[in-house]
C-alpha cells in the first residue's frame, strides 16, 4: 500500500512553468511505475506522462511532449512533473498515480493507487 499526495500547483500565466511533486508514503516509490494524469472540468482524465521504477524509461502523451518532463528521486519517495510553456489547455487538475507491476501504463485503470490532486491553472 502506498499513500500519495501531490503539491506545486497553482496559478500561472501562459509560457510559464510549475513543477509538481508526488511525495509516497506506506512504500518507497522505487517499488512502483509512477505516473501522471490530468483531468479538465467537463473532460475524461487524461495520460501524461509515466516513469519506471528506476527512472530510467519516461514517455509521455503528445500534447505535453517536448514541455513536461516526469522524474523521479526514489531517495526521497518523490516523483516528479516539470512543465514548461504551459498553455491554456493544460488547465487541469493533475493527479499521481502508482502501480507496482508492469511497464509503459497509460490508462488511469491500469494503475492501483491515486493522489487527491493538485490544480494547475494557466491564464491567457
Known amino acids: 500500500q502506498v499513500q500519495l499526495v501531490e503539491s506545486g500547483g497553482g496559478l500561472v500565466q501562459t509560457g510559464g512553468s510549475l513543477r509538481l511533486s508526488c511525495a509516497a508514503s506506506?512504500?518507497?516509490?522505487?517499488?512502483?511505475?509512477m505516473g501522471w494524469f490530468r483531468q479538465a472540468p467537463g473532460k475524461e482524465r487524461e495520460f501524461v506522462a509515466v516513469?519506471?521504477?528506476?527512472?530510467?524509461?519516461?514517455y509521455y502523451a503528445d500534447s505535453v511532449k517536448g514541455r513536461f518532463t516526469i522524474s523521479r528521486d526514489n531517495a526521497k519517495n518523490t516523483v516528479y512533473l516539470q512543465m514548461n510553456s504551459l498553455k491554456p489547455e493544460d488547465t487541469a487538475v493533475y493527479y499521481c498515480?502508482?502501480?507496482?507491476?508492469?511497464?509503459?501504463?497509460?490508462?488511469?485503470?491500469?494503475?492501483?493507487?491515486w493522489g487527491q490532486g493538485t490544480q494547475v491553472t494557466v491564464s491567457s
Open positions: 498515480a502508482a502501480r507496482p507491476t508492469g511497464g509503459i501504463l497509460t490508462k488511469d485503470n491500469e494503475y492501483d493507487y
Open positions: 506506506g512504500r518507497t516509490t522505487s517499488s512502483y511505475i
Open positions: 516513469v519506471t521504477r528506476t527512472g530510467g524509461t519516461t
